[in-house]
C-alpha cells in the first residue's frame, strides 16, 4: 500500500540516529486504526438495502412510488374474465413433473418480489418488504413483511421460505436443480429475514433475482402432504385467487380473496381486478372458437392464421359486441419452430439436421395457408434487439473465437444463418435440390427412392403433434420431406401423450415455443445448457450438449452491463443458428385478440404485458349495455 512505500523510503535518516520512536509508532498506529476504520465503513456502504433489484441495478420507480405507471389505480373490482386452453388437466401442482397443471395453477403462490412490466429485468418487494445486498451478489436477505400471510391467515415466515427451496431441490420438477445449482444455502435469519448464500466462483448478477422470484409454500400445510405427488385439491398459497370451481379436465375458476393481505401494496394495486378468472378446456381448436362464438367464454388470443383470417365475421362482431384487434408485443418473439431431438444418432450431422429444415417452405404457407400475416423467424430473439446480424464484429469474435473448434466454421465464415428462402410453391426443386446434396454428403443416399447409409439404415423421421389445426401446416412439409427420401410421418396425439413423451424425450421432432428475455441469464440453462441436457422434463428439449454454448452461457450470465449482456446474446444466438437444433417457425409481432366489449382497460398498455387479466377490469356499463341488447 501506498502508506507503508511512503514509510520505509523515510527511514534511513532513523537508521543512524537514535530518535524517539515512541510517537512515530503511535502515529503510525493510530493511522492504520482510522484506515481500518474507514475500509470498514466502505464495507458497510456496499452492503446495498432496497426496495427492488434489477439485472444492471436501474430501477425505474422509487421507494415511495404508489402503483406502477401503467395501471389505472381506480379501476374497479369486480366481474368474470374468462378465456379457454388446448388440452386436459388433471393436476393443481404445478412445480412437479407428475401430473398435467391446470391453466393458471401458479397463481396461488407468491414470490419474495414481482417484476414490473414495463422494465426488462426490475424486481419489487411482494412478500419481502426489502432486500439487502453486497456490490458483488454473493448472498441476498430478504426482509418479509409483518403482515404477509398465507390465505388461512397463517403468517408467512423465513422458514416457509428456506422449506419452499428446499422441497423444490428434492421434490420438485428436476429442472430447478440445474436453475438453482449455484446455491449454496438458504437460512432463515430470524422469522422475518432470510438468506440466501451463493457459491463461490458462481456468476451472481442474476440469482438475487432467481432466489426473489422463487414461489413460497407453507412448511405446514405440506407436513402431512407429499409435495411430490399430483392431486386436485386446492393447495395453500398467499396470491390474490383461491381455486374457486374445478371439473377434472374441463373447467378451472379461481376466485379472487376479499382478505388478500396484499391487496393495497404498490406493486399491486390497480392489479387483480376480476373477482373470477375461468379456464375453459378444449381438445379441438375448432370447438374452442364455436366456443368462444357462442359465448363460453369472453377473451380469446388468436394464433390460428386461418381462424384470424377468415372466420371472425360472425354476427356478434359485426353487432360491435365482440372487438377484434392487434396489440404489439414488445417481447422477443423468437424460438418457436420444430426441435430437433438430438440424442438420436440420426440426427447427429448438423447436414441433416440443416436439410430437414431446408424442406419446410415458409413462403408457400405464408401465402397459401397463413394468409400473409406472419413473418418467418431465423432467430432466438427474434422481433428484439438482441438478434445477431450480419458478420461478427470484433466483440462478438473476442468470445466465440477461443471456442472456434467445437463451433461450425459458418459463424466465422459467414453472416447469421437465416433459413433458405423458397419459391411460394409448395415444392421449390432448387432448395429441395441443395438439401439433397446436404444429405449426399452426410452420408446418406438414396437407394431405391429411400435415404439410406451405410449400413443400410433408412433416415426415418416422425414429427410429434397434438393439435389437429397443425396438420394443414405439417402435411405439406411432411410431402417434401418424402421428396427428399426421407421416411417421415406425422405422430397425432392428444395433449397428455404429447406432454409424457416430451419430458422423457421420446419423439424425433416436436414443436416449441420460448418467449425469451430481453435480459436473459440464468433460465437459459434450462434449455440450451449441457447440464440439463438429460434431466427428464427439462426445457432442454433438443438436448443440446455442446461446451461452446455453455461458455457462452456463462459470458451472457457473467454481463456486468446492458452493452455486454447484447454483446454476449448475440453471440450466443450466432452459435445457436449456425448448430441447427430446430427447423425455425414464424412469428407475429402483435398478440391478435377477440374479446366481448365487456372490459376496461389502461389507455397506454406496457411495453412487455398485455395485461389482460393482471390490469383489465370489468367494465358494469359496458356490460349493461350487452345485457339490454340481448348479447349477454
Not at 440443416?354 to 400475416?373: D, H, K, P, R, V
Not at 433460465?523 to 457462452?552: H, T
Not at 454483446?567 to 391478435?592: C, E, G, M, S, T
Amino acid at each position: 500500500m501506498h502508506w507503508k512505500t511512503q514509510h520505509f523510503r523515510n527511514s534511513a535518516k532513523a537508521a543512524t540516529a537514535v530518535v524517539n520512536t515512541k510517537p512515530l509508532l503511535m502515529s503510525f498506529l493510530l493511522f492504520l486504526a482510522l484506515l481500518l476504520t474507514g475500509i470498514a465503513g466502505k464495507a458497510e456502504e456496499m452492503t446495498i438495502k432496497s426496495h427492488g433489484i434489477s439485472t444492471f441495478g436501474d430501477l425505474k420507480y422509487g421507494p415511495d412510488f404508489q402503483h406502477f405507471d401503467y395501471v389505472n389505480p381506480d379501476a374497479p373490482k369486480g366481474g368474470e374474465f374468462s378465456t379457454w386452453a388446448f388440452g386436459t388437466f388433471d393436476s393443481m401442482s404445478p412445480y412437479i413433473l407428475k401430473g398435467q397443471a391446470a391453466a393458471l395453477s401458479n397463481m396461488f403462490f407468491e414470490s419474495l418480489m414481482t417484476g414490473s412490466a414495463d422494465e426488462p429485468d426490475s424486481l419489487y418487494g411482494l412478500v419481502a418488504e426489502s432486500i439487502e445486498y453486497p456490490e458483488n451478489r454473493q448472498w441476498a436477505i430478504f426482509n418479509i413483511r409483518p403482515e404477509a400471510q398465507f390465505a388461512d391467515g397463517t403468517p408467512i415466515t423465513a422458514d416457509d421460505v428456506v422449506f419452499s427451496y428446499e422441497v423444490l431441490i428434492a421434490k420438485g420438477r428436476p429442472s430447478f436443480r440445474v436453475t438453482l445449482s449455484d446455491f449454496e444455502s438458504v437460512k432463515a435469519l430470524d422469522s422475518h429475514r432470510v438468506k440466501f448464500t451463493f457459491k463461490p466462483g458462481a456468476n451472481t448478477r442474476g440469482l438475487p433475482m432467481t432466489a426473489a422470484g422463487l414461489p413460497i409454500f407453507s412448511k405446514a400445510y405440506y407436513a402431512n402432504r407429499d409435495f411430490a405427488e399430483s392431486t386436485l385439491e386446492p393447495p395453500l398459497g398467499s396470491g390474490a385467487y383461491v381455486l374457486d370451481k374445478v371439473v377434472p379436465g374441463k373447467t378451472v375458476s379461481y376466485k379472487r380473496r376479499d382478505d388478500y393481505w396484499g391487496k393495497d401494496l404498490p406493486v399491486n394495486v390497480g392489479r387483480e381486478n376480476f373477482d373470477r378468472i375461468k379456464v375453459e378446456y378444449y381438445t379441438d381448436y375448432t370447438a374452442a372458437f364455436e366456443g368462444f362464438k357462442g359465448g363460453a367464454y369472453n377473451f380469446r388470443e388468436e394464433f390460428s392464421s386461418k381462424v384470424w383470417g377468415t372466420a371472425y365475421d360472425f354476427p356478434a362482431l359485426k353487432e360491435g359486441y365482440v372487438i377484434k384487434e392487434q396489440i404489439p408485443d414488445g417481447n422477443p418473439s423468437g424460438t418457436q419452430g420444430f426441435w430437433f431431438n438430438l440424442r438420436r444418432d440420426k440426427f447427429k450431422d448438423l447436414r441433416v439436421r440443416e436439410a430437414i429444415g431446408m424442406a419446410f417452405n415458409f413462403e408457400w404457407s405464408n401465402q397459401a395457408l397463413f394468409y400473409g400475416l406472419y413473418q418467418r423467424t431465423d432467430s432466438f430473439w427474434e422481433n428484439s434487439t438482441l438478434q445477431a446480424e450480419g458478420m461478427p464484429d470484433e466483440a462478438e469474435l473476442a468470445l466465440l473465437e477461443p471456442l472456434r473448434t467445437e463451433l461450425p466454421d459458418e459463424v466465422f465464415s459467414k453472416p447469421a444463418f437465416s433459413p433458405a428462402v423458397s419459391k411460394p410453391s409448395q415444392l421449390d426443386r432448387r432448395v429441395i435440390s441443395q438439401a439433397g446434396k446436404l444429405l449426399d454428403a452426410a452420408g446418406w443416399k438414396v437407394v431405391n427412392g429411400i435415404r439410406t447409409n451405410d449400413k443400410g439404415e433408412q433416415l426415418k423421421v416422425e414429427i410429434l403433434n397434438d393439435s389437429p389445426s397443425f396438420e394443414r401446416i405439417m402435411n405439406p412439409y411432411i410431402e417434401n420431406l418424402k421428396r427428399l427420401g426421407i421416411i417421415a410421418s406425422l405422430n397425432n396425439v392428444d395433449s397428455a401423450q404429447a406432454t409424457e413423451r416430451e419430458k422423457s424425450f421420446d419423439f424425433d421432432i416436436t414443436t416449441r415455443r420460448y418467449v425469451m428475455s430481453l435480459t436473459p441469464g440464468l433460465e437459459l440453462r434450462g434449455i440450451f445448457s449441457s447440464q440439463s441436457a438429460d434431466v427428464p422434463g427439462s426445457n432442454n428439449v433438443a438436448g443440446l450438449a455442446n461446451p461452446a454454448i455453455d461458455a457462452l452461457l456463462n459470458k451472457v450470465e457473467q454481463a456486468k452491463s446492458r452493452a455486454t449482456l447484447s454483446v454476449a446474446v448475440k453471440a450466443l444466438d450466432r452459435a445457436l443458428r449456425a448448430l441447427h437444433i430446430w427447423v425455425p417457425q414464424w412469428y407475429n409481432p402483435y398478440h391478435n385478440i377477440a374479446y366481448l366489449d365487456v372490459f376496461g382497460r389502461p389507455e397506454h398498455l406496457p411495453p412487455f404485458a398485455m395485461g389482460e387479466m393482471d390490469f383489465w377490469w370489468y367494465d358494469e356499463a359496458k356490460a349493461a349495455r350487452l345485457k339490454a341488447a340481448g348479447a349477454l
